[in-house]
């Protein structure tokens, strides 16, 4: 490879030239192969076991540097030269290729497991030195010694019971490797990329180096435990040279060590291989990771120490300047209070106005959102809103529910994007567009083109979103319409889905419109609900999420009343106190009225006559009483409820109950105030009483000062037996 690049630089006539960059590399790869060669030679001439385990092995080191300083390409230097160096001494070609994956996989896992973890080839913080020492050194070097020993193994180089010592020894060489010649070699090129060490410098570490030597070799050598006399001299260097002085004390300290363990000297004399590979280690390990860990605990307080010495003086510098500039702004400032003092002026005006708009929109959202329910015979409706936790208190979320006529009820959700007295006026004009509408036309298309008219000539510049509903229930079926707004909730027992038909733009956005209406049947037991983004919505999550928390947690409510149901929902919202958007809901559920007495308490108005009326057919229906029975009860019940609001109260208030319960093929309806019937005209007055004796079997009419009460019976005929 080196002659082919020769070659190409000295053949200008062919103008063959090799990219700089590859030329670099293949320099590269022939220097790292070639020292990679050289310390293997040189750890062999130790080995312990056969001829290729050795208690050394500076090519690990030597690898580990040349993959973290020159990159991983340099993988086939590494891999060619421990080829050619287990080759002659392998039992054949096949354990030598082996060995040499071994020994080249184990460096490059180091590399990249170094690299993972933030490794610095400046070994300038606590975690590079851990890094190198366990992972680096005794983790990755496992890799090796375990091909290596159980290559060995295979190829009949040693028996089995030689296999554990084997492995400490090639484990110790390739760890040793990595410990003392890689960091050896990484503190190389801070010699020129550091400052420049003084000549007491170098004499200081020349002195360390001289009696590092001397107490290594005789701690060493003696039959005293005398090796941690080694460390005290790896601190003196490590504090006062850090990696520059500490790696090549570390070095000396472990080659001497590794020199007496080869000649089973001083405290490696006597025991086992094993015993003395794991004390070498285990020597080796302490003084490279002490040395390290000290150098790089001085190093980061070095660091920090400059850091704090340069921030001190930049402070000075900061402080000098920004007192130039306070002086240069106080003589501004003294400028500028004339117009501070009018500005304030202004804003105090702009404030006031502010907080009277405030209050305006407050009000008028007050008066807007319906403070309680109406009462729907046989239907039960509940509601909630919250307004947002930011100091934009009033914003554009709203909902109705509207009786309108023929029994239908119409339920409307929507929302003014935005906040304040324009989302306010807003929601005004639109809900009261939306009654206006839906007692003209209900169905759901008649009042969303109205609508959409409505949004197209009035200059609103918020997007409006909104839903609306009709519920019939005589037939138990709705009929919806969405502009842009989150679908509403159906619950059914275990069926619990939302309703997607019916959509079309936000109001106002097309100049076409095109809306179409949905319809779903929603039997009694069943929950519909109606809601605003703000409950779906979170600004760290997609709409999706919010989307599918409130199905999950629906799922889960079961038969709850709609009041339970409503908290639950909210009681789900994220508890961290904070609302970022307005939320409204409104549910509608009509009640299981069959297999028990119907009982309705319902104000004494005119316009409740329709709903009592269509609540009693309901229930007859269920109950399996229809065709004339149900009809002329039905029209008897009214007419006993319209003489409770002709005559009862008078201008006053009042309730009414009424109660109707099979009893033996007979149904009775009872209708009971608690007023003061006003004494009859002898104008035609009692027609109604007449028209209830008529149209029933019996009649029994009970008045006191507490109220009156009308019994009226009638035998039917009750499902099959019709």
């Given at each position: 490879m080196a002659g082919r690049a020769?070659?190409?630089?000295?053949?200008?006539?062919?103008?063959?030239?090799?990219?700089?960059?590859?030329?670099?590399?293949?320099?590269?790869?022939?220097?790292?192969?070639?020292?990679?060669?050289?310390?293997?030679?040189?750890?062999?001439?130790?080995?312990?076991?056969?001829?290729?385990?050795?208690?050394?092995?500076?090519?690990s080191g030597i690898a580990l540097a040349a993959f973290l300083v020159l990159g991983r390409s340099m993988w086939p230097a590494v891999a060619l030269a421990a080829l050619a160096v287990n080759l002659p001494i392998s039992a054949g070609p096949v354990p030598a290729?082996?060995?040499?994956?071994?020994?080249?996989?184990?460096?490059?896992?180091?590399?990249i497991v170094l690299e993972r973890v933030g490794f610095r080839r400046q070994l300038d913080s606590r975690r590079d030195a851990l890094a190198i020492v366990f992972l680096g050194a005794l983790a990755s070097m496992t890799i090796s010694a375990t091909i290596g020993a159980t290559t060995l193994v295979a190829s009949n180089a040693i028996g089995i019971d030689q296999l554990a010592g084997?492995?400490?020894?090639?484990?110790?060489?390739?760890?040793?490797?990595?410990?003392?010649?890689?960091?050896?070699?990484?503190?190389?090129?801070?010699?020129?990329?550091?400052?420049?060490?003084?000549?007491?410098?170098?004499?200081?570490?020349?002195?360390?180096?001289?009696?590092?030597?001397?107490?290594?070799?005789?701690t060493a050598s003696t039959d005293l435990s005398l090796l941690f006399l080694v460390l005290p001299c790896l601190g003196w260097a490590s504090w006062r040279l850090q990696l520059r002085g500490a790696a090549p004390a570390a070095l000396i300290a472990s080659l001497i060590a590794t020199w007496s363990a080869t000649r089973e000297l001083g405290p490696f004399a006597g025991g086992s291989l094993l015993?003395?590979?794991?004390?070498?280690?285990?020597?080796n390990a302490t003084i490279a990771l002490t040395s390290f860990f000290l150098a790089a605990l001085v190093t980061e307080r070095m660091r920090f120490a400059r850091a704090l010495m340069t921030a001190a003086a930049d402070l000075e510098e900061r402080v000098k300047t920004r007192t130039a500039q306070l002086t240069a702004t106080n003589d501004r400032l003294r400028r500028e209070i004339h117009q501070r003092y009018e500005t304030q002026q202004q804003l105090t005006l702009e404030e006031a106005r502010t907080r009277r708009e405030h209050q305006i929109a407050e009000t008028l959202q007050r008066s807007l959102l319906p403070d309680r329910m109406p009462d729907i015979p046989g239907v039960a409706v509940a509601a909630r809103y919250v307004p947002a936790t930011a100091d934009l208190h009033v914003g554009g979320d709203w909902y109705d529910v509207i009786p309108l006529r023929g029994g239908l009820v119409g339920l409307v959700i929507g929302d003014v994007a935005g906040h304040g007295l324009q989302a306010a006026a807003a929601m005004a004009q639109l809900r009261?567009?939306?009654?206006?509408?839906?007692?003209?036309?209900?169905?759901p298309v008649a009042v969303m083109n109205g609508?959409?008219?409505?949004v197209r000539e009035l200059p609103m510049a918020e997007m409006v979103t909104l839903l609306y509903v009709v519920y019939d229930p005589d037939t138990g079926t709705i009929r919806f319409t969405n502009a842009g707004h989150p679908p509403a909730l159906l619950i059914d027992g275990g069926d619990t889905r939302y309703l997607e038909g019916g959509l079309a733009p936000p109001l106002g956005v097309l100049a076409q419109r095109d809306y179409a209406e949905a319809t779903q049947q929603l039997r009694p037991g069943a929950t519909l609900l109606l809601y605003t983004d703000g409950l779906v919505e979170e600004r760290t999550l997609s709409i999706q999420d919010g989307l599918d928390r409130l199905l999950a947690e629906a799922s889960g409510i079961g038969q709850a009343d709609l009041d339970a149901l409503c908290d639950r929902v909210l009681s789900s919202l994220p508890e961290n106190g904070e609302v970022a958007d307005d939320i409204a809901l409104v549910a509608l559920r009509p009640l299981v009225l069959a297999g028990a007495p119907l009982s309705l308490d319902v104000p004494a108005d005119?316009?409740?006559?329709?709903?009592?009326?269509?609540?009693?057919?309901?229930w007859l229906r269920e109950s399996g009483v229809g065709g004339r029975d149900a009809d002329e009860l039905a029209i008897a019940c009214g007419e006993a409820c319209s003489n409770v609001v002709r005559h009862a109260y008078g201008a006053s208030p009042g309730d009414m109950h009424v109660e109707a319960r099979l009893v033996d093929g007979a149904v009775e309806v009872t209708v009971r105030d608690h007023?003061?019937?006003?004494?009859?005209?002898?104008?035609?007055?009692?027609?109604?009483?007449?028209?209830?004796?008529?149209?029933?079997?019996?009649?029994?009419?009970?008045?006191?000062?507490?109220?009156?009460?009308?019994?009226?019976?009638?035998?039917?005929?009750?499902g099959n037996d019709r």
């Open positions: 020769r070659a190409s630089w000295t053949s200008r006539p062919l103008a063959l030239r090799l990219p700089p960059d590859l030329g670099r590399t293949a320099t590269a790869i022939v220097l790292v192969g070639a020292a990679y060669y050289l310390g293997a030679r040189l750890g062999l001439s130790l080995s312990l076991v056969e001829r290729n385990v050795t208690p050394l092995w500076p090519p290729l082996f060995t040499a994956v071994g020994n080249t996989l184990a460096p490059l896992v180091a590399a084997a492995w400490a020894v090639w484990w110790t060489g390739d760890a040793m490797g990595v410990l003392a010649v890689a960091p050896f070699l990484l503190c190389i090129p801070l010699f020129w990329e550091h400052e420049r060490w003084p000549a007491a410098r170098w004499l200081e570490a020349a002195a360390i180096l001289v009696l590092t030597t001397v107490l290594a070799f005789w015993e003395q590979m794991l004390t070498l280690q285990a020597f009261m567009a939306v009654r206006a509408y839906a007692v003209h036309d209900p169905s609508l959409h008219e409505l005119a316009r409740m006559l329709l709903q009592v009326r269509h609540a009693l057919g309901r007023g003061r019937w006003r004494s009859p005209t002898h104008r035609g007055g009692g027609l109604g009483l007449r028209l209830i004796r008529g149209l029933t079997d019996s009649v029994d009419v009970d008045s006191g000062p507490e109220g009156t009460t009308i019994l009226m019976r009638r035998k039917v005929i009750v």
